[in-house]
């Protein structure tokens, strides 16, 4: 069984920073990569940052310049430094994880983690 778990939300104003946390435990044989997504209310999930096994990086063009994704692949453990936070990036935070536990490699989800940035 794997679970994914998401950490270090929270309320900040605005130009603050946050970071976040993601973890993967269980039956892991390969995670491939990690990603941050996040939705607001109204609007649909769209991407924040992901990053791959060999540390290859994708930005959501909103965040880029402003949030840091890395990964620390022995604690299969992924971050999300966000500074200059913004009132739009109130949203959920999501943590995806595309790994390998069975046969095949599956997309596994945290329950998420609020982030609210007040002006």
């Known amino acids: 069984q794997v679970q994914v778990v998401e950490s270090g939300g929270g309320s900040v104003q605005a130009g603050g920073s946050l970071r976040l946390s993601c973890a993967a435990s269980?039956?892991?044989?390969?995670?491939?990569?990690m990603g941050w997504y996040r939705q607001a209310p109204g609007k649909p999930r769209e991407l924040v940052a992901q990053i791959t096994d060999d540390g290859k990086t994708t930005y959501g063009d909103s965040v880029k310049g402003r949030f840091t994704v890395s990964r620390d692949n022995a604690k299969n453990t992924m971050y999300l430094q966000m500074m200059t936070l913004r009132p739009e990036d109130t949203a959920v935070y999501f943590c995806?994880?595309?790994?390998?536990?069975?046969?095949?490699?599956?997309?596994?989800w945290g329950q998420g983690t609020q982030v609210t940035v007040s002006s």
């Open positions: 269980g039956r892991t044989v390969r995670i491939y990569s």
């Open positions: 995806n994880a595309y790994l390998e536990s069975g046969p095949f490699p599956f997309d596994y």
